[in-house]
């Protein structure tokens, strides 16, 4: 079966995809908020791996339909291992006490901030395929599969930095602004010296 044949067959089935998807996203949602899986020192106790078993489920009915449908290879692992390490963050790993720069605190704030940056840039990705191939006239730069991927890195990278400013105080209007700039200048110039994939 080719990627063409596929594709209708994906689309079709997508009512029921998102339906399980969003099964999937409420019951993962309520264990996180009814069960105590940080004080429950089994990592594979019966509500664990329920967990372990929704969170993949999660990724994979909500990026792979999309990657299948949109051809954006990698969608799915990408945007799995993201919603994967938000959510299991979210639900086993103890809110820091400190800040940022405490020592004891950095783990769980660098493993969030990745999550976060694959996360963002997982979502973010078929929002740009699709806007690129409906609004860029230029062929090439529509279906450059190379320059989507990185536009939503780019997006998750400045999400993430956000974060890391907003956690240590230092986030203000001025230096949002700049650092959204920064990121458009920077795909400025790699479009300008990298070019698009090649068909």
Known sequence: MTDQDETPRVRRWLPLLALLAGLCWALV???????DLIGEPNLFSPWHLLFYILALGVGILTFWPL???????????????????????LAMVP???????DQSA?????????????????????VIAVLSRRWLALRAWALDNRRVRREAYECGLFVAVVL???ALRTLDPIKFVALAVIIVLIEILLLSFIGVEPA
Do not use: H, K, N, Q
């Open 29 to 35: 949602i309520s264990v996180i908020l009814r069960v």
């Open 95 to 101: 809110a820091p006490d400190g800040t940022l720069l």
């Open 67 to 89: 990657e299948t449908w949109l051809e954006l290879p990698g969608l799915t692992i990408e945007g799995t291992l993201g919603v994967g390490m938000f959510l299991v963050t």
């Open 164 to 166: 890391v400013m907003a």
């Open 106 to 126: 950095t783990p769980a704030y660098i493993v969030m901030l990745i999550a976060v940056l694959l996360s963002v840039a997982a979502v973010v990705r078929p």
